[in-house]
């Protein structure tokens, strides 16, 4: 992870935030506006296709019971389990995060050979609690009020407050997150005042880019 940050001509981009703020919303709006993404939920997910060694690891450690009858991860009931287990949620983070980071060295190195000149961006939901801000170039952080995000991840994921709750204290705090940024998008509001952010955001990164060249 090292070699990430600092290419004269490149800029990475972490963009995080909390549960249920709306990262994917600002990541696709980036995305449209010429900014390729690096999603760390989809690496995730790929690390632990059935028989990868992440995978392997995970079904010894909680057993064939946490596997679907396809053999992929049923990933609610781990999801059950380790968001009240802050050291099962350890053995997880433990099996699958050296290999998404290698996962994601791989497509930035692709991305840069492709376009030495590009702004990138990595979708990172646990970036500030992972302690990887000195690896990007730039911090943005997803903002909505808890109890916005409460009530979205109610109605997205179908969960009764307990589990919402229980889901929300393993991640720091948003406010605690949005101290790590050098830019908050406000997701709180409309679509169109979260696009107008994510233009402004994207003329600044621009600007950035050509400090650099």
């Known amino acids: 992870m090292k070699s990430l940050r600092g290419d004269p001509k490149s800029i990475l981009v972490g963009l995080t935030g909390g549960i249920a703020t709306g990262k994917s919303t600002v990541a696709a709006m980036l995305e449209e506006l010429g900014v390729p993404m690096i999603d760390f939920d989809m690496l995730a997910r790929r690390v632990v296709e059935p028989d990868r060694e992440a995978w392997q690891e995970i079904v010894a450690y909680f057993g064939e019971q946490v596997l679907l009858g396809n053999r992929t991860l049923d990933r609610r009931q781990i999801a059950e389990i380790v968001f009240t ?34 702004i990138i961006q990595a979708v990172v939901p646990l970036l500030i609690e992972s302690e990887l801000q000195r690896f990007f170039d730039y911090i943005v952080v997803v903002y909505a009020p808890l109890d916005v995000q409460m009530a979205r991840l109610m109605e997205r994921d179908g969960l009764d407050l307990q589990a919402a709750e229980a889901r929300l204290r393993a991640q720091l705090p948003i406010d605690e997150k949005a101290e790590h940024a050098d830019t908050v998008i406000d997701n709180s509001g409309t679509l169109d005042e979260t696009r107008r952010q994510v233009e402004e955001l994207w003329h600044r990164l621009r600007e950035l880019r050509a400090e650099c060249r």
């Open 85 to 118: 287990d802050p050291e099962k949620r350890k053995k997880l983070e433990g099996f699958t995060h050296p290999r998404v980071r290698e996962e994601f060295v791989a497509e930035l190195r692709a991305m840069r050979e492709s376009d030495p000149e590009a």
